[in-house]
């Protein structure tokens, strides 16, 4: 299969960069320094799942001189991109790729599926984590669980996404495929929305949260939001409760990944949106619509923006 990386930041160079050392066909595109770097000297992973040197990449600068037909779309852009980024694929792809989104937050799938159809959509709950060292280096900061991939809408045969699902595998990306991607996406929701904020508020890694108590507080609040929120949208969670997921994101998802460093953090130290609205925001927005009161992931949400804004 041919692999169109669309963004490549730190997921995408993990991504692509191992499925392209286990000799895959893969092509990058991305918008910064790192793509030149890439283009200039190659590809460096390092950090938890060892060290890889990739030479022979194949990366463009946007897609203006891209060429070819792809299979497989892996779509690692922020989420406020997605919309614009996947119809700049479109003369890239034909009727059987499939886009996968390794992105974070909520409203990716339904913004790849207004432009493609939900029977070429498939969703992905990714939740290692990496960042670039340098242009040309992307480090695996940790690991915390399988990445799962699944068809939101049910409309992509299982056996279809297996071949991605096996490639990732060998090129030492644990994946499986998920039956229940939608519930999945939404544990990973809660993750992100618990952590990722407040490590970006206070400039701190992840483990360090869990340091006050009265952090602690508010992560409790943010699920019991999420869980209401969740709850009159009909999702099934994979959680009996709030306390169930507290409890196991406390004792078996902040430990291994204790010493990360937020992306919403990196996002701001570097001068760029965040995620927000993708996050904690479309949590604040689902309440409104429903009538659900959201107030901790609204303070979170009107917190990042005002900090967003001092680098305007």
């Known amino acids: 299969m041919k692999y169109l990386v669309m963004g490549a930041g730190a997921l995408g160079s993990v991504f692509g960069g191992l499925l392209a050392e286990k000799g895959h066909d893969v092509t990058f595109v991305g918008m910064d320094d790192h793509l030149r770097a890439m283009q200039d000297s190659g590809l460096t992973i390092t950090g938890i799942w060892g060290d890889h040197v990739i030479r022979d990449i194949r990366a463009y600068y946007g897609t203006k001189d891209l060429e070819g037909m792809f299979d497989v779309v892996l779509l690692s852009v922020k989420s406020y991109l997605t919309s614009e980024v996947i119809r700049q694929t479109l003369p890239f792809i034909s009727s059987d790729t499939l886009v996968f989104s390794i992105q974070n937050g909520l409203g990716n799938w339904e913004a790849i599926a207004d432009t493609v159809g939900w029977d070429r959509t498939v969703g992905a709950r990714v939740i290692f984590g990496a960042e670039i060292m340098s242009p040309g280096t992307a480090r695996v900061t940790v690991y915390a669980d399988k990445v799962l991939l699944g068809s939101p809408a049910g409309k992509v045969p299982a056996q279809k996404i297996n071949g991605v699902c096996e490639d990732l595998n060998n090129a030492g990306i644990p994946a499986e495929i998920s039956g229940a991607i939608e519930a999945s996406l939404w544990g990973k929701v809660l993750y992100n929305c618990s952590l990722n904020p407040l490590g970006a508020i206070l400039n701190v890694p992840y483990g360090r949260l869990q340091d006050v108590p009265e952090v602690l507080l508010v992560m ?28 196991f994101l406390i004792e078996k ?18 001068g760029r949106r965040t995620e927000i609205d993708a996050l904690n925001g479309a949590i604040s927005r689902y309440g409104k619509d429903m009538a659900v009161p959201t107030p901790v992931n609204d303070v979170i949400t009107a917190i990042i923006k005002g900090l967003e804004s001092r680098s305007k």
């Open 220 to 247: 409790r609040r943010i699920i019991e939001e999420i869980f209401s929120v969740a709850k009159e949208k009909g999702i099934a969670l994979s959680y009996g409760s709030p306390d169930e997921y507290y409890r």
């Open 253 to 270: 998802q902040l430990p291994p990944t204790s010493t990360h460093r937020s992306s919403m953090l990196q996002d701001m130290e570097l």
